[in-house]
Every structure is written in structure tokens, then in C-alpha cells.
């Protein structure tokens, strides 16, 4: 069958898009670094109670508590590779850099049973050569410049996302602000957190009162609460899917887009008829995509195409 592109043709059929955000208008990421064990002790137990997940950034060769971090995981928490040894970037030898990232990424792989995709960088300190293994491990990787995600940046770095750190001297209203901030602007805020109160040696710790509170107002305001993985995996299939090419012959329209390398597996995407379902079929690997309540699809990103069927 010869395609022809939509857009040389006379073609009615209706545009499929994007709906932001898994359905909410902005989302936010807590990720926790260096496996502090105020995040077991603390952190965990306090999102398990209001059924959030964090993602948390484990040095290989420190962790400990491996039996309670596999419960974490299990739990819907996600594992983030932070190196073996949590070194300076500019100590490193070539050799040292493929080492951090990939032995890191093996070693946790093998502990823990799963797969990793997302990395964060020590200190949030990047050099040529050690993002070069990153990129050939990873789909994403969290950075340390201040600030946002915004969908509307065609040009994000998914290898140095920005991020909001947390601080010992920051009052609740600071955290609110970000996260309302987020909502109005639609966009994605990357908490980073390092110690709890009663840390033995976390970074800038913030205390319990303060952490219960960041949770409870993620709770009460619409904002998509999901993993650093999660997120990210879901804005790369956002910006994938509007690039995709569109084609249409006869009664089918066909898009195609670009899954990145290292990707989770079956990232979820949905997509809407911005004007209410029209009488046409989405359709995905030879089967009928049927519209929840809200009139939303829910794809499969990882398969690189759907069609649109009369």
C-alpha cells in the first residue's frame, strides 16, 4: 500500500493529540539521592500511606538494606542509578567513567532483579565522557540546573533534566510555590531531597513536619505525582508522538513516530480528537483501542504507530 501524506491530500480525517500529563495539568517527580537510610526509615513508609512513589538514586557500592529497598521496589518506588562510588566527575579516568555508569547499572540490575533507564549524576557534575556512557545506558538523567520541564520546549536536554532541590532553611510555602508553580504553567517539577530528620549524615535534611506536608499538598492538588522514570517516559512519548508522520491512504490514517533508545517498556500515552470522538476507530497492533469515560485513548508509545480506521 502507498502512502500519501496527509497533508497533500483532501484528507477528514481528525488529528489525534496529546493529553497533557496523564490527564492532570502539571506532574511532579520526588526523587531522593544516595540512598539515605531517613529514606527507608522515613520517606518510604510516609509516601506508602498516601500511595505516592518516589524514585531514589542508589550509589552501588554503599548500598545497604538491600532486602527493604527490593520491597521498595515492589512497592512501586523506582531505583535510580547514582555510580558506584558517588565520585567527583573530574577524578575519573575513561576508564572510570564507563565504569560508574555501567558498572553502577549492572551491579544494581543484578541486585535488585530490574531494569534501569534513568541516571543521576553525582553532584550534578557532567562531563563529555561520562554522560557519552549515560546516554548509552539511560533514556534520561537528572541534572542540577534550577528550575521547570515545559512541554513546550522542543529543545529539552533529556540528559541534564533540571530539577528544585530541597534545603534545610526553606519554610513549607517555598515547596508550595514550586508545586503550584507546576500546575499553572504545565509544567514538570523534579524534586530533589536529600536527608530526612534523623539522617546520619544526608545533605541539607528537611524535617519530617515539613516532608508530610510537601506530600499532603501533592495530595490535594491536581497534579500527576509519578516516578522520575514514569514522567520523563511519558513527556518523551509526548514530544515523539507530535512529530510523528502522519500518513493517509484511502480509509486509513497512519502515524508513526520515534521510540528512543533505552526506553521503558509499554509506556502508556493517551491521546484524545480535541473536538469530541469522531465516527472513526483507533486502532493498535490489529486491535480496537476503545475511549474511557473521558474520551481518552490509552496507547501502547513503545509500539511506534497507530491507525485511524472508518
Known amino acids: 500500500m502507498v502512502l500519501v501524506s496527509s497533508n497533500q491530500t483532501n484528507n477528514t480525517f481528525p488529528l489525534l ?17 544516595d540512598g539515605d ?16 512513589c518516589g524514585s531514589f538514586s542508589l550509589i552501588a557500592n554503599r548500598t545497604e538494606r538491600d532486602e527493604q529497598w527490593g520491597q521498595a521496589v515492589k512497592s512501586g518506588h523506582e531505583i535510580l542509578n547514582h555510580t558506584l562510588d558517588h565520585l567527583h566527575a573530574n577524578t575519573l579516568t575513561p576508564q572510570g567513567e564507563k565504569d560508574q555508569v555501567v558498572g553502577a547499572q549492572n551491579l544494581l540490575q543484578k541486585k535488585f532483579g530490574i531494569s534501569l533507564y534513568s541516571f543521576v549524576y553525582p553532584f550534578s557534575e557532567i562531563s563529555p565522557g561520562l554522560r557519552s556512557w549515560v546516554e548509552k ?4 538523567a537528572r ?7 515545559s512541554p513546550k520546549d522542543k529543545a529539552i536536554d533529556w540528559f541534564n533534566i533540571p530539577v528544585k532541590t530541597a534545603m534545610s532553611n526553606y519554610p513549607i510555602e517555598t515547596y508550595q510555590s514550586w508545586i ?8 514538570w517539577l523534579v524534586f530533589v531531597i536529600h536527608g530526612i530528620e534523623g539522617t546520619p549524615w544526608g545533605w541539607q535534611p528537611i524535617t519530617r513536619e515539613i516532608f508530610e506536608q510537601i506530600l499532603d499538598d501533592l495530595r490535594s492538588k491536581d497534579v500527576w505525582v509519578g516516578t522520575f522514570s ?6 518523551r512519548a509526548w514530544q515523539s508522538f507530535e512529530a510523528a508522520t502522519v500518513q ?9 513516530w520515534v521510540v528512543p533508545e533505552h526506553c521503558p517498556p509499554n509506556v502508556r500515552l493517551k491521546v484524545c480528537f480535541p473536538h469530541g470522538n469522531p465516527p472513526v476507530q483507533v486502532w493498535q497492533k490489529e486491535e480496537l483501542v476503545a475511549p474511557d469515560a473521558q474520551g481518552n485513548y490509552d496507547i501502547f508509545f513503545n509500539e511506534g504507530q497507530l491507525s485511524l480506521r472508518r
Open 180 to 187: 503550584d508553580e507546576a500546575r499553572q504553567k504545565g509544567n
Open 230 to 235: 514514569q514522567v520523563g517516559g511519558y513527556l
Open 248 to 256: 493517509t491512504s484511502g480509509q486509513e490514517t497512519v502515524y508513526q
Open 137 to 140: 545506558t539511560s533514556f534520561i
Open 37 to 52: 537510610p531517613s529514606h527507608l526509615d522515613v520517606a518510604i513508609p510516609k509516601l506508602n500511606r498516601r500511595q505516592l
Open 17 to 33: 493529540k496529546v493529553v497533557p500529563w496523564n490527564g492532570h495539568p502539571g506532574a511532579v517527580s520526588l526523587t531522593f539521592d
Open 143 to 149: 541534572g542540577g540546573i534550577p528550575g521547570l520541564v
